[in-house]
């Protein structure tokens, strides 16, 4: 499925590609076209990964688990749902920030695949007037920049899991403090504590997924701004859209 998703929309990004005026390619560098229909839209896969997942699997359980502990005692199913907006929260902010860094990271490998491309393609006239060092100074410095986005991604990414792995622990350590209280009260008796905790760790589970497939995900929607960057430009809007130099 995730192939055929892939097929059609870069199918229908390089159709409109092609009917664009002189003026878009005049505009525009070559090979950050080419890693637009290339690699951003084999990036798409991720964002149907993630939605697949949270809807035939994550979703379902996450609800499942909360309808049956809120059955046994709903007093006390209340410490479950505080980690749900921490983790909504985290995964939004360090998302953005790995999205953004991924989004600028693209734009780099455009930068230097069209260097790359048009000093092939003029590799004549770069040879003669002995360009290569300069050049080559060019691809490195985009490529050292390309990498230090990609390091930044990834630090966000990290962050992300880290933050979410803290919730949880806060969280689980939260209902067992109330836990021990209710049954110090009598409200609750050790075996239902234990039901409790091990339905806790069957809700983490999916909520763990959900953060992990969302640090994925941020790549595929810095890549898939790119492609509707494309496709929201038309003759008709020339002069109002800028394109990534």
Request: hydrophobic share 45%; proline share 2%; with cysteine.
């Amino acid at each position: 499925l995730g192939q055929k998703v892939t097929l059609e929309i870069r199918n229908r990004l390089f159709s409109h590609i092609i009917n664009m005026p002189h003026r878009f390619f005049d505009e525009s560098r070559s090979g950050d076209l080419t890693n637009r229909i290339s690699k951003d839209t084999a990036e798409l896969q991720g964002i149907l990964e993630l939605f697949i997942t949270i809807l035939a699997r994550s979703l379902p359980t996450i609800i499942g688990v909360l309808i049956v502990v809120f059955a046994l005692d709903w007093v006390y199913a209340t410490t479950f749902i505080f980690v749900i907006p921490v983790v909504y929260m985290a995964t939004t902010y360090f998302s953005n920030r790995t999205k953004d860094a991924m989004r600028s990271q693209r734009r780099l490998e455009g930068s230097m695949a069209s260097t790359a491309q048009e000093a092939f393609y003029y590799h004549k006239a770069i040879a003669s007037l002995s360009l290569e060092n300069e050049i080559t100074d060019d691809l490195i410095a985009d490529g050292k920049l390309s990498a230090d986005k990609g390091i930044q991604a990834g630090f966000y990414q990290g962050l992300l899991s880290s933050s979410i792995e803290f919730s949880v622990s806060l969280t689980k350590a939260f209902v067992l403090f109330i836990g021990a209280l209710r049954i110090l009260h009598g409200c609750l008796t050790v075996g239902q504590l234990t039901v409790f905790l091990t339905y806790l760790n069957s809700l983490f589970k999916p909520v763990r997924e959900f953060s992990k497939f969302m640090g994925k995900a941020a790549k595929s929607m810095a890549s898939n701004e790119r492609i509707e960057e494309i496709m929201n430009i038309t003759p008709e809007k020339m002069g109002v859209f800028e394109l990534d130099d």
